[in-house]
C-alpha cells in the first residue's frame, strides 16, 4: 500500500518532466491514416515514449485495472487522452467492445499487444480481432531511444532519458479484412513480431 502511495505521489511530477525534457521529434503533421482513427500498437516495453508520441491524435488507452493502472490513468488524466479499462486477458471481450465503440466515434485508440502480465514479446491477438471488426488500420510503433534505462520487469519497460532523443518508427501499416481467416492472423502477428524484433521470444 505504501509503495503504491509512494508511486501515485511521484508519478505525476515524473511525467510532466519526462514531457519536457524527452526529444520526441516532430509528429506527422500528415500522417498517412490522415483523420481516420487508428489502433496504435506497441510493446509494453515502450509504453511511456509510445504515449508521448500519440499524444495529439487525443487516443483511448487500453489501460490495466491493476493498481499501476490506477496510477496510469490518475497522472495521464489531463484531457488529451481517454481511457479504457480492462486487458486482453480477464475481461478481453468487454474491453474489445469498449475500444469498438472508441473507433466507431471516430476517435484513435491506444493499445499493448503483449500482455498484461507476459511474456515479453508474445504477441495477443485481441489487437487484430479489433482491427478486423472495425476495419480499422492498426500502426505498429517502436521507440528508438538513446542509452535508456530499462527496468528489470517482465516488459522491460525503456523510461527515456531526459535531454536524450527518442526517434519513434512507424511500422508497416495492418488492414485486417472481415472475411480474414487464422492464417491471415497468424500472418499478422509474423508481421508485428518482425517488426518488435522478438521473434525468438515467441
Avoid at 527518442?166 to 500472418?187: C, F, N, S, Y
Wanted: proline content about 8%.
Amino acid at each position: 500500500m505504501f509503495l503504491q502511495r509512494l508511486k501515485l505521489a511521484l508519478a505525476p511530477g515524473a511525467w510532466w518532466f519526462l514531457k519536457k525534457t524527452v526529444d520526441l521529434g516532430e509528429a506527422p503533421s500528415e500522417p498517412e491514416w490522415g483523420d481516420h482513427p487508428v489502433i496504435f500498437a506497441c510493446l509494453h516495453r515502450d509504453i511511456i515514449p509510445a504515449i508521448m508520441f500519440v499524444r495529439p491524435w487525443r487516443p483511448a488507452l487500453l489501460v490495466s485495472n491493476s493498481p499501476d493502472g490506477e496510477i496510469l490513468v490518475k497522472t495521464l488524466g489531463d484531457g488529451n487522452y481517454r481511457f479504457v479499462r480492462g486487458a486482453t486477458g480477464t475481461d478481453g471481450g468487454r474491453a474489445l467492445v469498449l475500444l469498438r465503440r472508441e473507433l466507431v466515434a471516430g476517435h484513435c485508440v491506444g493499445v499493448a499487444v503483449d500482455g498484461p502480465e507476459g511474456p515479453f514479446g508474445s504477441i495477443r491477438e485481441g489487437v487484430l480481432h479489433l482491427a478486423r471488426m472495425t476495419g480499422v488500420a492498426v500502426i505498429p510503433l517502436v521507440a528508438k531511444a538513446s542509452r535508456p534505462l530499462v527496468l528489470d520487469t517482465w516488459d522491460r519497460t525503456v523510461i527515456p532519458v531526459p535531454f536524450r532523443r527518442v526517434e519513434m518508427e512507424i511500422g508497416p501499416t495492418l488492414r485486417i479484412p472481415h472475411d480474414a481467416q487464422d492464417v491471415d492472423i497468424t500472418e499478422s502477428i509474423r508481421i508485428l513480431a518482425e517488426f518488435y524484433d522478438v521473434q525468438e521470444e515467441l
